[in-house]
């Protein structure tokens, strides 16, 4: 079973739409970080979460963490061809550090 | 500021054979991860180290994988035997001190087996 369970797998959008890609823990979160990976590249940190209820912005992107509800959630306002590329969560569960099954994002110009 | 930084990019081997990965993280990093990425998966942590030591190998098939890194810097991660299911993207990242700041990744070295 995974820890950290992505949905939806995959998303196709037309640039200017929004969308939303969700983030589910198995146990209790303390703190979540967003990647983003382009095919054959290394990741590239987006932003980390680190207490419950807290949102942060990045040019058009937003994250949250709910503690709570062991979630976290990303949106993408206006998307853009260049939001393109695979979204990930992880998270640091215990001794280990996880990442989600991943979202692949398409975004049709 | 300098990457983190990886070779080789790409490697081609047959089953049996064996290989080695180098990686050199960002200077001062503490925590070095080498994660290995099956295609259509999120990576997976193999071993993580602070400075010379490891904290977790707990995912790392020990029978056939190795890691090292020796002074503490750079680190190698060995494959011997390889098999065909070690097909995969081996990443390399690293982090001021362990999973409380975020992992700064290198592009990866492709290993394919055949």
């Known amino acids: 079973s995974q820890e950290l369970e992505q949905s939806p797998q995959s998303l196709i959008v037309q640039e200017g739409k929004n969308l939303t890609i969700n983030c589910t823990s198995s146990?209790?979160?303390?703190?979540l970080y967003w990647y983003k990976q382009k095919y054959g590249e290394g990741l590239i940190f987006l932003m980390m979460?680190?207490?419950?209820?807290e949102e942060k912005s990045h040019e058009k992107i937003t994250a949250k963490l709910d503690e709570k509800k062991q979630q976290s959630s990303l949106h993408i306002t206006a998307s853009q061809p260049s939001h393109a590329g695979i979204y990930l969560c992880g998270a640091g569960l215990g001794n280990q550090f996880y990442f989600g099954t991943g979202t692949s994002l398409t975004v049709i110009p | 500021e300098a990457g983190v930084a990886q070779s080789p990019r790409y490697k081609i081997i047959e089953k049996r054979q064996s290989v080695a990965f180098w990686c050199n993280p960002i200077s001062g990093h503490a925590t070095l991860y080498w994660y290995q990425q099956i295609l259509g998966q999120g990576p997976k942590l193999l071993i993580q180290f602070q400075n010379n030591g490891v904290v977790d190998d707990s995912q790392l098939p020990k029978d056939r994988f190795s890691a090292e890194r020796l002074k503490g810097v750079d680190s190698t991660l060995k494959i011997q035997p390889a098999k065909l299911e070690d097909s995969a993207v081996y990443l390399c990242?690293?982090?001021?001190?362990?999973?409380?700041?975020?992992?700064?990744f290198g592009p990866g070295t492709r290993l394919t087996v055949t």
């Open positions: 146990k209790t979160l303390y703190g």
């Open positions: 990242a690293s982090s001021l001190v362990g999973f409380d700041y975020e992992q700064y």
């Open positions: 979460l680190q207490k419950g209820g």
